[in-house]
């Protein structure tokens, strides 16, 4: 597509739910990563899928975050037994390799709510 | 003027005023940065960068400067219009650049009044 397509838009979820979040990189980028952006702070890297190496999972604040990229293409991230700290926008980009110049095109990301 | 808002510093210029939008960034070793605009319901988007073999590098309206002295980068921009409000980010990284490394500010909301 012309851009990164992210959805859910918007999510409200009930503590302890599961959910999922799904992103849909611009056609021939290698490279996806998945931020976190809570209200008033800077983007938290998450994690990174580059090609088909293994994701680097060093961002992920805890076991109940996991990812995964099929096909090279859409990514999923989920979020198992939901809590109120994990409202936050979730942000997704992607970029054509890890050494592009131009930074990375992010989607508009899926604001989550647990309540 | 600036001030600290309940959750992002906030800049309010009038329409037509240059804005100065500033950043500290926290490593030494950081040598290339990114400014990036974010607009209500939408994700961020690059909007200038520049390495640490430059102090200033000019884009459309926009200026960037670079104070490796200090660790401080700017952004300006020229002649602001209502299309500027946003949450701007500054972004650091180092060379050999790994995406996933950069380091985002919290950053700043500017606000443009008629």
């Known amino acids: 597509g012309a851009g990164v397509s992210q959805s859910p838009s918007n999510k409200v979820t009930e503590k302890g739910k599961d959910v999922e979040l799904r992103c849909d990189p611009i056609?021939?980028?290698?490279?996806l990563y998945w931020y976190r952006q809570s209200l008033g702070q800077g983007l938290e890297f998450l994690i990174y899928f580059q090609g088909n190496s293994a994701p680097d999972k060093s961002g992920l604040p805890s076991d109940r975050f996991s990812a995964e990229r099929t096909g090279g293409s859409v990514s999923t991230l989920t979020i198992q037994r939901t809590q109120q700290e994990d409202s936050a926008v979730y942000l997704c980009?992607?970029?054509?390799?890890?050494?592009?110049?131009?930074?990375?095109?992010f989607g508009s990301g899926t604001r989550l709510t647990v309540v | 003027g600036e001030s600290v808002g309940l959750h992002l510093p906030t800049l309010s210029v009038q329409e037509g005023d240059n804005s100065i939008i500033n950043c500290a960034y926290s490593n030494s070793a950081s040598d290339y940065f990114i400014w990036y605009k974010q607009e209500s319901g939408k994700g961020p988007q690059f909007i200038i960068d520049?390495?640490?073999?430059?102090d200033k590098r000019q884009g459309q309206r926009v200026t960037v400067l670079l104070n490796k002295t200090v660790k401080h980068l700017s952004l300006q921009i020229a002649a602001t219009q209502p299309g500027d409000s946003a949450v701007y980010f500054c972004a650091e990284n180092q060379t050999p650049r790994v995406d996933k490394n950069f380091v985002f500010g919290p950053g700043t909301r500017l606000s443009v009044l008629p």
């Open positions: 056609s021939g980028h290698t490279a």
């Open positions: 980009a992607s970029s054509l390799d890890y050494q592009g110049e131009s930074g990375y095109t």
């Open positions: 520049i390495r640490s073999n430059m």
